[in-house]
């Protein structure tokens, strides 16, 4: 299955074609390639002027077992700098009237609950390992292939082209972004609270200094984010010191902010007969319980060694084939519901403000941190993705 010569026109004849370069692309053009399958990946940084400075990028994915060893597969993961990546052993949530539940790799059995990874370093590895994948050709435009597949996120112009419906739900809120540093050490501990109508997250990181770092995720509503995102430095840093109540140490400033809308959604199919949704692009969920890159690297898990398996049985067949996709979209379908209904439902129960709402969610939270067995339930989804 590797890259052969159109008679006609001389091109490189390839068989996916895959619509973005950012994680998800990369990682299934890197999957496909280590199966011999010839692939375009469409990257918009080509066509981009070399003069145009790249943006800082805030971001921090929280990366679980099974996004790990995807990139283990491909390679990448052991090419991450040290402090790129930074392990979570353990996760306080708090709520907003006392509840309280914690998690830890102990309790769980594992060497780790996550892995909190620069998402700029990833995309330089990935990007690395691009240049000496062997059926991989980076292009500026979509080329012709058996089977299209669309990583480009939520706002794809490709599905949208396709005519294929994307539910879109606004949250009507901002997550807003900083990298921080802590007088006191995180201590590899994850942090989160339930402030309705807002959700803070700070995030073990330790490309900053290590041991004190910290990626922010705040959700707020949009008005009061945008507030917070103009404010001077030293008035953000003293709603963010008392909104954490000092949980982790006195928090400053170590860049710039950013911030982003939020939304839940999911397109109305995932695939077609030559083309198929990935990642963002079939399904978006809020960034609280960090499991937005993850499902969409289980995705590619799932469709890599699919596609190579059809191919070997069937080799008459494209790659593009309707059954094919379909079995993998039957596939994905039940473990992408059921943890975008779980993180919409915590974001749900957590923006209302109702007295019995809030009684309910904190006391749930408690009950839950007294329940071993679905502690090690809960963890288990977000472990495997």
């Known amino acids: 299955m590797s890259p052969s010569l159109d008679s006609a026109s001389g091109a490189v004849a390839h068989e996916v074609c895959v619509h973005g370069a950012g994680a998800v692309g990369a990682s299934l053009a890197l999957a496909l390639s280590r199966r011999g399958i010839a692939v375009a990946l469409v990257d918009a940084s080509l066509s981009r002027p070399a003069s145009a400075a790249p943006k800082e990028d805030l971001r921090a994915y ?6 790990v060893q995807l990139l283990k597969s ?15 052993m353990e996760m306080a949530v708090a709520g907003d009237a006392g509840g309280a539940i914690g998690f830890s790799a102990w309790q769980q059995a594992v060497t780790e609950l996550a892995w909190i990874v620069d998402a700029a370093a990833l995309d330089q590895v990935l990007a690395e390992a691009l240049r000496y994948a062997p059926h991989v050709h980076r292009v500026e435009a979509p080329v012709a292939a058996p089977l299209q597949a669309i990583c480009e996120g939520k706002a794809s112009p490709t599905r949208a082209a396709l005519g294929v419906a994307f ?25 989160q609270w339930f ?65 982003w809308p939020l939304i839940t959604g999911r397109a109305a199919r995932s ?34 060694p699919r596609l190579a398996e059809a191919h070997a049985r069937r080799p008459w067949r494209s790659l593009g084939d309707a059954r094919t996709l379909r079995e993998y979209a039957r596939e994905r379908a039940a473990p992408t519901l059921a943890m975008s209904g779980l993180v919409d439902g915590l974001w749900q129960l957590f923006s ?14 408690s009950l839950v941190d007294h329940l071993p067995p679905l502690k090690r339930w809960l963890t288990r989804q977000a472990l495997q993705g």
Do not use: C
């Open 62 to 67: 929280a990366l679980n077992g099974t996004s």
């Open 74 to 88: 491909l390679r990448v993961w052991d090419a991450l700098p040290a402090d790129a990546r930074t392990p979570v």
């Open 167 to 191: 539910d879109a739900q606004p949250y009507h809120h901002i997550a807003v972004a900083a990298r921080l540093v802590s007088d006191q050490p995180h201590q590899g501990v994850a942090r």
């Open 195 to 259: 402030q309705s109508p807002g959700v803070l997250g700070l995030l073990p990181f330790d490309r900053l200094q290590r041991g004190h770092g910290w990626a922010l995720v705040w959700s707020l509503p949009k008005d009061e984010a945008q507030r917070w995102l103009d404010a001077e430095p030293a008035d953000f840093e003293a709603a963010l010191n008392e909104a954490t109540g000092g949980a982790a140490g006195r928090l400053t400033l170590a860049s710039a902010r950013a911030g």
């Open 271 to 304: 695939t077609g007969d030559g083309w198929v949704l990935l990642g963002d692009a079939a399904h978006a969920m809020h960034p609280l319980a960090g499991q937005g890159l993850n499902v969409g690297l289980a995705d590619v898990a799932s469709l890599a």
């Open 352 to 365: 209302r403000d109702e007295v019995a709402f809030k009684e309910l969610r904190n006391h749930g939270m």
